[in-house]
């Protein structure tokens, strides 16, 4: 690991978190809103029966984004590793686990076209029943990557915590990831106690976070003498 200067991995880092970011506005965002009509079971099945293509792309966009998640907490706790270690590698668990149940929900996403795909031992639900379990895959899909994002919420106070404490990684970008993942944990806990107030200008402070850090790792990456010099020897 020490083999790899700390800015070549910095900018690695940042590539790894714009093709996260890319995958999941496209499979998370773009493609659902594109094929699911939220109170309409039978547009939503005729959506996805004439748009197969893109439904899978969408499946397909999120491994892409998993695979990044999971190489981030690694790359993560490798730069922040030097401010607090234990925290580091806190952050690291915390990403791992909301990957890994962010994967559970994507598999709910997955089932819709399980249960849209003709098979034979389907055959004793009718076309409207089946529409109908199709959407509730979907929502079960929604339901859960909103009701986990707390451990990502998690990860992320972590990390900008540490970036704030580094030296060679600007202030305000912890600051801004600190307070992004608030408001993960905020959206988690409203969507489970008062889905009402779960207004998702909660993830808005996310985008602009990861945003801000992706173009700073690229650009700037990080302060190798300051690194250096807070790195345990």
Same mark, same amino acid.
């Given at each position: 690991m020490n083999s790899v200067p700390v800015q070549t991995y910095a900018r690695i880092a *940042?590539? #790894?978190l714009l093709i996260s970011m890319v995958a999941g506005g496209f499979g998370e965002a773009y493609v659902p809103s594109k094929l699911v009509v939220?109170?309409?079971a039978t547009a939503t099945a005729k959506n996805i029966h004439d748009f197969d293509s893109l439904f899978r /792309? *969408? +499946?397909a966009v999120y491994l892409v984004e998993a695979v990044c998640d999971v190489a981030l907490a690694l790359m993560f706790y490798v730069l922040l590793?030097? #401010?607090r270690k234990d925290l580091a590698l806190l952050a690291a668990f915390f990403g791992l686990v909301s990957t890994a149940l962010f994967a559970v929900a994507e598999l709910f996403y997955y089932a819709a076209s399980l249960v849209l795909g003709g098979s034979a %031992? /389907?055959?004793t639900f009718s076309p409207d029943q089946l529409n109908t379990l199709a959407l509730l895959s979907l929502k079960l899909y929604g339901h859960g990557a909103g009701? +986990?994002?707390v451990f990502y919420g998690i990860a992320s106070v972590l990390r900008g915590y540490l970036i704030y404490r580094s030296g060679? /990684? !600007?202030r305000f970008l912890g600051a801004l990831l600190a307070l992004a993942g608030f408001g993960f944990i905020l959206k988690n806990f409203a969507l #489970? /106690? $008062? !889905? $009402? %107030? $779960?207004s998702d200008l909660l993830l808005l402070p996310m985008f602009l976070a990861a945003l801000s850090l992706t173009v700073w790792l690229l650009v700037k990456g990080v302060d190798v003498a300051e690194w250096e010099r807070v790195r345990p020897t």
């Open positions: *940042g590539v #790894v939220s109170a309409d /792309l *969408g +499946f590793r030097p #401010v %031992y /389907l055959k009701i +986990f994002m060679y /990684l !600007p #489970v /106690l $008062a !889905p $009402a %107030y $779960a």
